[in-house]
């Protein structure tokens, strides 16, 4: 009973872990943030972990593990809760479009709308960065991530120890290889589901869909981000039951020595008869780090873990938006692709592991080579990156001139042409479209048209020029 709640457990973190990844995105479109700053807002997970894991691990060890546990996946439960509230004290999410226009009134009307204002009064330009309201609520994001964090601490370490004290020495390892498996489903449903949500447009149910002028295709769509992190929510409160009826001990396997002498061996040799006070937790504290700070083995493992993990982490987070940008596929596309490619084989390796390792009793050596074959094999694998990929856009006016030539350096002068001189564009407005001759235009303004066709999003607009 305890393996299957630590299993839901693991989908449950799992889940809103991946479901994260997928959303990363469309948090940063949905607040305006910079690459580096939603770096720090999905980095806020790991440093939650790290302000506790030290203190959760070593002294929940010896009080009520399965109700540490517990109360992990309520504060994991909150943070993904607090995580979705920005979504409901924000105002509708605006984007530039056609409609913009003062044309724009005309949305049901299906004859000829004119982008170019060739025949009005020019306007001046808007200010963009007097008109930018600094938003702030990212930051709920960032705490929310962090508690997120900070419940998860307990799960690992309490669990995997609970697993390893009171089960047969023989069956943990295929115990751990199921409990990894079945966790890795979460990450696959995480980014299904991410897939899905990003089809809905962010506001869904609270505007007018047919009033929205913009496609999932489109770069500046975002996807309904914030409904995943209530289902998150949700899944980590379930998680979080059963533990509170599991018991604190349970019978242990004969011949298999007491978990207490075990975990706490250092400690009672340093006070064999006394009551266990604070001053003899920290002191025990304090030899359990240096003991793990002596064992060389473990140092070259925790050094090899950390540089798995902060290259996964990484590819894991941008790669969907890497291939949105690279590939031009949607956010939706493209968080379906990195859950349906990537989770199963993850998941097959981890179970195939275990069940190797109980057959033909591997031993640390054993282990250490298989380990190391799989990673040399990853890695030489991963060196195909380097040679996929796809050109980049050509965009009229910023990688080449409108008569299809490369522009070597970037001026806003360069945005403007004959064909659109006495149209009157402003060079800050990013609504592209794109032509026949496969060059993209900042505006339909930008590219010369003078009249356009249908409304919504299957607006076509037409040039006066070849």
């Not at 109700?67 to 999410?93: D, E, K, N, Q, W």
């Not at 899944?235 to 018991?247: G, K, T």
Request: positive net charge.
């Amino acid at each position: 009973m305890f393996l299957t709640a630590l299993c839901f457990t693991y989908f449950a973190k799992a889940f809103s872990g991946s479901y994260m990844k997928s959303s990363i995105t469309q948090i940063e479109r949905r607040f305006d943030l910079s690459s580096s700053t939603v770096g720090m807002v999905d980095g806020s997970f790991e440093i939650g972990n790290l302000l506790v894991i030290a203190f959760v691990s070593y002294f929940g060890a010896k009080l009520h593990r399965p109700r540490i546990i517990a109360i992990g996946c309520l504060v994991m439960s909150v943070g993904s809760f607090l995580t979705a509230m920005p979504h409901f004290f924000m105002g509708p999410y605006k984007y530039e479009s056609v409609r913009a226009h003062p044309a724009s009134s005309l949305s049901n009307f299906t004859g000829s709308v004119s982008p170019c204002m060739s025949n009005q009064i020019p306007l001046s330009p808007p200010n963009v960065d007097c008109a930018k309201e600094t938003n702030y609520m990212w930051v709920y994001i960032l705490i929310g991530n962090m508690l997120r964090g900070i419940g998860e601490t307990p799960i690992t370490p309490l669990g995997i120890s609970y697993i390893d004290d009171f089960a047969g020495t023989e069956n943990t390892a295929l115990y751990l290889s199921f409990l990894h498996a079945v966790g890795l489903f979460g990450p696959m449903i995480g980014f299904t589901l991410g897939s899905f949500f990003a089809k809905l447009y962010v506001d869904v149910g609270f505007v007018d869909m047919d009033e929205v002028t913009i496609s999932p295709q489109d770069t500046r769509w975002v996807g309904a981000w914030w409904m995943g992190f209530l289902v998150a929510g949700i899944v980590s409160l379930l998680a979080a039951i059963p533990f509170f009826f599991l018991p604190k001990s349970m019978k242990r396997p004969e011949g298999q020595k007491s978990p207490d002498i075990l975990t706490f061996k250092d400690k009672e040799r340093l006070e064999p008869q006394k009551k266990a006070t604070m001053k003899a937790f920290l002191l025990g504290f304090i030899q359990a780090l240096k003991k793990l700070a002596c064992n060389h083995l473990y140092i070259l493992l925790m050094a090899m873990t950390l540089l798995q993990v902060n290259s996964f982490i990484g590819f894991i987070t941008y790669k969907p938006k890497y291939m949105e940008q690279q590939y031009g596929l949607s956010i939706s596309r493209s968080n379906f692709i990195t859950g349906v490619s990537t989770l199963p084989a993850a998941a097959t390796g981890m179970f195939l592991g275990g069940l190797i390792m109980k057959k033909y009793k591997f031993g640390l050596l054993s282990a250490s080579k298989m380990a190391f074959v799989a990673s040399f094999v990853a890695f030489i694998l991963s060196l195909s990156v380097f040679i996929i990929g796809c050109e980049n856009r050509e965009v009229a006016g910023i990688t080449v001139t409108y008569n299809g030539s490369k522009v070597d350096t970037f001026h806003e002068s360069s945005l403007f042409s004959s064909c659109n001189s006495e149209c009157h564009c402003s060079s800050s407005r990013w609504d592209p479209v794109c032509g026949e001759n496969k060059i993209t235009y900042m505006s339909a303004c930008l590219a010369g048209c003078t009249s356009s066709l249908g409304a919504g999003k299957s607006i076509v607009s037409f040039n006066q020029f070849p």
